[in-house]
């Protein structure tokens, strides 16, 4: 996937745990823990603003853009 979550970052930056996020945004731990660990296919856009209230940060401080590298076959 070409977006990466940076969450784990910006907590580790906060000095806060996913739990006192988790209780802060009232988002479940499941659902958190997904994003954290960049298995979510997802993000409601009231989600990220309370992550970015919270953590007091930027949208782009939780999201990456990588670029994906063609394949060898040019797909």
Known sequence: MAIRVT???VLLDRRM???ELCDRVGVTMANLSILKTGKARAI???TLESLC???D???GELLQFIEEQPTK???
């Open 73 to 75: 076959d040019g797909s």
């Open 57 to 59: 940060c930027q949208p």
């Open 53 to 55: 209230r919270e953590l």
């Open 7 to 9: 969450l784990d970052r």
């Open 44 to 46: 409601r856009f009231s």
């Open 17 to 19: 745990s996913l739990t």
